[in-house]
């Protein structure tokens, strides 16, 4: 099949081998080394049709850069209502590191209520200019939901493979936007495998993390409204929960395309630091060994679901971003994901994922060592809402017999318990 393209999208281009092929034809991995494709830009004609004070001027959501996005017709976007997300200072929360300026970039404000809207709405937006009726993606939990609920608005059907541990609420959300889905007694590689071998015999087109080109120009979006929100300049530090990675990659994309267009200083950029779990960190084991490629990570578990990833598609790509960044790829212990989650909210009444606590187990190791000064500003990003995670704070809270006397001198009603 094939469509119409952006007048600003030049080809598609292997990430790994420099390939290039037709933007205007359905496309997946490459087919000679079955990489991943970006979406690359005529980016001189971007500057001379827009300008940054253009996009000031425009309504808050992500296609206020439609310049830099892959939609042949923006307007006619399978679109939720994506809004720029909120940058919330953490003042007391920076405070336990040290640090005089923590920022929490909130992307659970999103349709679906993680960053994965960014990514669904604009590969759907997309796979529907291409004339796709039919898509599939294996997931841990917030894409399935984000591409279940984009499928249904744009009249396409949907399936959903997922984990059979996938938290409940992400079960509900696929299962309520009409999505076909399917609890898989193993990992998400193994969904992925049942999302491949299903492809010809179903007909649906795979939307798989980086399996397509275009859920990562939706990411990206995160990077261009971080510099627009930042006075077009970035933080000294971005910490990002690292599973497939698309967020990481496509921020790293934008920065280079903002600069390109002379939009933020040159070389200014902010150090990466891919965040993941102890009980599943492929992408820490890689770059601790120098390695591109990241080896599949064994009885991968962890409660952060996002991060339930043993073998990213992108591996080479978080990799190529994070040392091009001068940053690195650091491992939090499961055991204390909800005492940041406690922490966070407490602290600040922010919600944070599972995902985005483990940031915050990893800053304390960086902030400890030294690779994080107490005066660099730093960027956490919240990518989903706590509230789809009840599986992971455990709760023992006291009850009250409306019939008994209450001694109000108790310890747990004066002070702070």
């Known amino acids: 099949m094939s469509s119409t393209k952006s007048p600003f999208v030049t080809h598609l281009e292997c990430a790994n081998c420099g390939e290039r092929f037709d933007a205007t034809k359905l496309a997946g991995l490459c087919t000679g080394c079955h990489k991943p494709l970006w979406v690359r830009y005529d980016l001189g004609a971007v500057g001379r049709a827009v300008t940054r004070h253009d996009v000031e001027r425009r309504p808050p ?204 200083p040159a070389g200014h950029r902010p150090r990466l630091y891919a965040c993941q779990s102890a009980g599943c960190a492929p992408i820490v084991q890689a770059w601790k060994a120098k390695q591109r490629f990241a080896d599949l990570f064994p009885n991968a578990a962890t409660i952060a679901s996002g991060l339930r990833v043993p073998a990213a598609v992108g591996d080479f790509m978080i990799i190529d971003a994070i040392v091009a960044s001068g940053g690195a790829a650091v491992s939090a212990p499961e055991a204390d994901i909800e005492a940041w989650m406690r922490h966070a909210a407490g602290d600040e009444g922010l919600s944070l994922c599972p995902e985005a606590a483990v940031c915050l187990g990893a800053l304390e190791q960086l902030c400890a060592r030294g690779d994080v000064q107490p005066d660099e500003r730093v960027v956490l990003f919240n990518t989903g809402a706590s509230q789809k995670y009840p599986e992971a704070v455990k709760l023992d809270l006291p009850r009250i017999d409306p019939g008994a006397d209450v001694n109000w001198r108790d310890a747990r009603f004066v002070g702070r318990v």
Request: proline share 5%.
């Open 61 to 264: 959501t992500l296609w206020r850069y439609r310049e830099l996005l892959p939609l042949a017709e923006p307007d006619d976007a399978v679109s939720l209502g994506e809004t720029m997300t909120p940058i919330v200072t953490a003042s007391r929360l920076g405070a336990r590191f040290g640090l005089a300026n923590l920022l929490v970039k909130d992307e659970s404000r999103l349709p679906t209520g993680s960053f994965k809207a960014r990514g669904m709405t604009m590969a759907i937006s997309r796979a529907r200019e291409l004339g796709i009726t039919r898509v599939a993606a294996p997931t841990a939990g917030n894409a399935g939901g984000a591409m279940a609920a984009y499928a249904a608005r744009a009249g396409m059907e949907a399936f959903v493979f997922m984990p059979d541990d996938t938290p409940i609420i992400n079960q509900m959300e696929c299962s309520l936007a009409g999505a076909r889905t399917f609890l898989v007694n193993g990992l998400i590689n193994d969904c992925g495998k049942l999302v491949r071998d299903g492809r010809d015999a179903v007909g649906w087109f795979d939307m798989s993390t980086l399996k397509e080109p275009y859920r990562i120009e939706g990411k990206k979006t995160m990077g261009l409204e971080l510099g627009e929100q930042l006075g077009w300049r970035l933080p000294d530090v971005i910490l990002y929960p690292t599973g497939g990675g698309t967020g990481l990659i496509g921020m790293w994309k934008a920065f280079a395309e903002l600069e390109a267009l002379g939009w933020i």
